[in-house]
């Protein structure tokens, strides 16, 4: 299951910054735990920026450029096994079955956190104002 999750990330520094794509050098994905505040590695998320107008392309390899002061929204995927508990033909269908999945499945979340390496940056997600919902 691939789950969608849309924030608008805000550069507050003087300076450009470049969120590279997910799968290069510098950037790590993480999950930070309710239960614990402890970090786990992610290696599933993506993200790539959101298009204005009618299309857009989503891309693995696209790396997100913040200006200085800025806001850019970007769109954060990630990845579940669906569980035994979920007749995949009838209630997955159902998009309320697949909110109460998905709010199971993150209920331990707190945030996910892009660690990147090479900047020295921390970019924090909180989740529950997009899990409202």
């Known amino acids: ?3 969608q999750l849309v924030f608008d990330l805000e550069n507050t520094t003087a300076y450009d910054y470049t969120l590279q794509a ?13 239960s614990s505040q402890s970090l786990m590695r992610d290696n599933l998320m993506t993200w790539s920026e959101e298009w204005g107008g ?3 392309a989503e891309s693995a390899d696209n790396s997100i450029l913040i200006p200085a002061r ?3 929204r970007v769109r954060f995927y990630n990845e579940y096994m669906i569980l035994e508990d979920v007749d995949t033909q009838q209630d997955w269908k159902n998009s309320e079955v697949q909110n109460r999945y998905v709010q199971e499945m993150l209920k331990d ?10 900047s020295h940056y921390r970019i924090e997600l909180p989740l529950h104002d997009v899990m409202k919902n």
């Open 1 to 3: 299951m691939r789950v």
């Open 22 to 34: 997910p799968r290069a050098y510098g950037p790590i994905a993480m999950e930070r735990r309710k």
């Open 54 to 56: 009618n299309y857009g």
């Open 70 to 72: 800025q806001t850019v």
């Open 109 to 118: 979340v707190e945030s996910f956190v892009i660690l990147d390496e090479l």
